[in-house]
């Protein structure tokens, strides 16, 4: 069997098993890509997400993070929303939450998935894998624009002619030759929908991201109090912000996603400010069980949640905000205080 008909039987694998979008590229990556990631992390755009420049070197290149790879397979599977996600920011007593945290914690589905092909590929060809899904320091995006998934859009995410905006990607790495798909072409042309749709203004420019003004990271991996300037232009976001995302034109051809695992929780779709900002550490724990929000804990999520009642302009929560000004958190008693004041000013 030569390495052309392994790659269609992987690719046809891969596609049983529920991925839907695949990719060969090269286990290395251009000079362009590692020069942006140098840039990205000299000019401070990664706010304290330290583990970026800590890892930086393996970022950059495959083959620091393994020397024997030589293929990448890039992998997407579809959480295409059923309805636009920014419907919600009519109604500022509810919380937003991103669409790929409406859902089962993608990170295990994801990786399940890649774990069965990269055992599949290892016992049909006798050669070394490995799985990434996120949490390893891969370069998934650039990879898998090199692989022909799509392209890296104006809002710095990976855009398919299929499937929109909304693909999560995951990588099997493997020792095989394997003949590389074309990569793919920037089709974005004049387009800037992304860039005018963002609320906090975190694209300084095409292409590149000031993480230290997005609302996914600022509710996300920021891990102290979010900056005062920054709080009102957060809506009713509570948990990451998919309006660049849902501003693409390339959206009107993805089809709703078929992964049962990644539609929305009922109690997550349009859930009640005041509801959650009540939840202690005990009850955060159990609501979020087997989602990706519980990684970051109650009380950054708590701070996120005053955030937005701050910005609901609705006095009736006074008395929910105010008791919070007495939590024995610090980052809630801060977010608690500037949504009091908030609050009372209407």
């Given at each position: 069997?030569?390495?052309?008909d ?11 098993l529920?991925?839907d ?15 942006r990631?140098?840039d990205f992390?000299a ?8 583990w ?12 620091v993070?393994?020397p024997e790879?030589?293929t ?6 579809s959480y295409?929303p ?9 109604h ?7 669409v790929?945290a ?28 490995k799985?990434?899904?996120d949490?390893?320091p ?9 692989a022909g ?14 499937h929109?905006?909304w ?12 003949p ?41 991996e ?8 920054l ?10 912000c998919?309006?660049c995302?849902?501003a693409?034109?390339?959206?009107k051809?993805?089809k709703?996603?078929?992964?049962a695992a990644f539609l929305?929780?009922a ?9 959650l900002?009540q939840l202690d ?12 929000i ?11 949640v005053l ?5 609901s ?6 008395g ?12 809630v ?14």
């Open positions: 069997m030569d390495a052309a392994k790659r269609e039987q992987i690719r046809d694998r891969a596609l049983a529920g991925f979008a695949v990719g060969f590229a090269p286990a290395s990556l251009g000079d362009e890509a590692r020069e990631l140098g992390l000019q401070g755009l990664h706010g304290d997400m330290g970026m420049l800590e890892k930086a070197d393996r970022r950059g290149d495959p083959q993070l393994w790879a030589r990448v397979i890039a992998l997407g599977m295409a059923h309805e636009d996600p920014r419907s919600l920011l009519e500022p007593d509810r919380g937003i939450v991103s790929y409406r859902g089962r914690d993608y990170h295990d589905v994801v990786k399940s998935r890649l774990k069965q092909l990269a055992q599949w590929v290892h016992r049909s060809f006798a050669t070394d894998v799985v990434f899904v949490t390893a891969v370069m998934e995006k650039p990879l898998a624009e090199q998934l799509g392209w890296q859009g104006k809002h710095t995410n990976l855009v398919s002619r299929e929109g905006s693909l999560f990607l995951g990588e099997v790495y493997t020792a095989l030759e394997l590389p798909d074309s990569p793919g072409a920037d089709l974005c042309g004049s387009c800037r929908r992304c860039q005018d749709a963002c609320p906090t203004a975190a694209f300084p420019e095409p292409y590149r991201l000031d993480a230290r003004r997005c609302i996914s990271y600022l509710t996300i920021h891990k102290g109090p979010i900056p005062e300037d709080r009102p232009l957060m809506g009713n976001r509570i948990y990451g998919d309006d995302l849902a693409c034109p390339w959206n051809f993805a709703r996603t078929r992964e929305p929780r109690e997550l779709t349009a859930p009640r400010l005041a509801d900002a550490d005990a009850g955060f724990r159990q609501v979020f069980s087997g989602s990706p519980k990684r970051i804990g109650r009380d950054r999520f708590v701070r996120n955030t937005a009642l701050g910005n302009g609705d006095q009736a929560q006074i929910v905000v105010e008791r919070l000004t007495a939590d024995e958190s610090d980052l008693r801060d977010a608690a205080s500037w949504a009091l004041e908030r609050l009372r000013a209407v």
